[in-house]
């Protein structure tokens, strides 16, 4: 691995991504953004594996299904390797005050004070990181990511969550 995360043609890391377009609402640019942008950036950089396997690079489709979490991850030779269904509960209250924190940010950047926008901007980073955390944790045992990977991932969770 180079000190700018896996190489592309590392085994360790997600080639594809995709969220069930049914659990997707697309009714907030602003989320809408966000997903692609961590779409992109996990693309780029990632490290993603499975526990107790080398066969990758994977491919992952996100959904949400009964108030879970539902990763299937698939790879060149298989769309359906192996899947986990990770209770949201956990996230409920994270993914709320994100959502708060964000509508803050985005209403703050319009007319805010720079020193506003920058204090709004930490919680958000804080709460974002919080979720990272969590979501690494609940991985553990399963998948192995990489925090920047976490983070990107937890955006598209609340990507996901969102309801418009």
């Given amino acids: 691995m180079s000190e700018f995360g896996p190489s592309p043609t590392s085994r360790s890391r997600l080639y594809e991504i995709n969220l069930d377009q049914a659990t997707i609402a697309r009714k907030n ?3 809408e953004h966000e997903r692609e942008v961590a779409i992109y950036d996990i693309l ?3 490290e993603f594996k499975l526990v107790g396997r080398d066969d990758g690079p994977y491919r992952l489709l996100l959904a949400i299904a009964d108030d879970r979490l539902a990763l299937t991850i698939g790879n060149e ?3 359906n390797l192996d899947s986990h ?6 996230f409920k209250t994270i993914v709320k005050d994100y959502f708060l924190i964000c509508d803050s940010y985005y209403e703050a950047i319009r007319s805010a004070p720079p020193s506003k926008i920058q204090a ?3 919680s958000r980073r804080s709460l974002h990181d919080e ?3 969590l979501l690494a944790e609940r991985l553990d ?3 192995e ?11 598209l969770i609340c990507a996901l969550h969102w309801k418009g």
């Avoid at 269904?85 to 956990?90: A, G």
């Avoid at 990489?146 to 955006?155: C, K, P």
């Fill in 29 to 31: 640019p602003n989320v």
């Fill in 44 to 46: 780029e950089s990632n």
């Fill in 77 to 79: 030779a298989a769309d």
């Fill in 85 to 90: 269904l990770l209770s949201l509960q956990p």
């Fill in 120 to 122: 709004i901007d930490i």
């Fill in 131 to 133: 979720g990272s955390r």
């Fill in 141 to 143: 045992g399963k998948i």
């Fill in 145 to 155: 990511v990489d925090f920047d990977t976490a983070r990107r991932l937890f955006t």
